[in-house]
Nanobody, 122 residues
Framework: QVQLVESGGGLVQAGGSLRLSCAAS????????MGWFRQAPGKEREFVAAIRWSIGTTYYADSEKGRFTISRDNARNTGYLQMNILKPENTAVYYC???????????????WGQGTQVTVSS
């Protein structure tokens, strides 16, 4: 079992930054993939970024390359999503997830956090 708890969402002006955190627990998490997804009202859940926990390999959605950075702190068992130059269209509930395959498909992730709201004002 893997448990995930997100934090760090909030309201920010366009052009600003936020850092989301995802605290993970579970005996097998060291071999997992941590992914970040988001879901805006009326839209499907979409992939943002993922990281292979053991070696730090990363994978990004094309739309966020260069603005978002995924990372992890092994000692704290916490993953992060640093979001810079935020845009109003980035407004969504952001979720962290854990799975075993480095992929953009939310169906490939078995464990999900509760989500944290990010609102970007224009």
């Amino acid at each position: 079992q893997v448990q995930l708890v997100e934090s760090g969402g909030g309201l920010v002006q366009a052009g600003g930054s936020l850092r989301l955190s995802c605290a993970a627990s579970g005996r097998t998490f060291s071999r997992a993939i941590m992914g970040w997804f988001r879901q805006a009202p009326g839209k499907e859940r979409e992939f943002v970024a993922a990281i292979r926990w053991s070696i730090g390999t990363t994978y990004y959605a094309d739309s966020e390359k260069g603005r978002f950075t995924i990372s992890r702190d092994n000692a704290r068992n916490t993953g992060y999503l640093q979001m810079n130059i935020l845009k109003p269209e980035n407004t969504a509930v952001y979720y962290c997830a854990a799975g075993w395959k480095m992929d953009y498909d939310p169906g490939d992730y078995d464990y999900w956090g509760q989500g944290t709201q990010v609102t970007v004002s224009s």
